[in-house]
């Protein structure tokens, strides 16, 4: 099996990234200031965006509120495009 390394937050991902552990696709505000830098080298292509959509069901739910207060961060700190 080839080696794997779990990366459980995006912060962890830039991290993982930056100490040269793999690539990815990580956010703009993220990205920005280590491109910037030099710590991160674009791969090339055009950035990618995405419509993201949430659904919540009508039954109260502890975990769907807790997601629902990060869709409302994330709606805040990242580019709408």
């Known amino acids: 099996m080839a080696p794997r390394h779990l990366v459980p937050s995006t912060h ?3 991290y993982a990234v930056v100490a040269g552990l793999g690539w990815g696709m ?3 505000m ?4 280590l ?22 069901a009508r039954a109260p739910s502890t975990l ?3 997601l629902t207060e990060v869709l409302a961060a994330a709606r805040r ?4 495009g």
């Open 30 to 33: 993220q990205a920005e200031p």
């Open 12 to 14: 962890d991902l830039t």
């Open 64 to 66: 769907l509120e807790g």
């Open 35 to 56: 491109l910037a830098s030099g710590d991160l080298v674009a791969l090339g292509g055009e950035p990618v965006t995405s419509a993201l959509y949430w659904q919540v």
């Open 77 to 80: 700190e990242l580019v709408q």
């Open 26 to 28: 990580l956010l703009t």
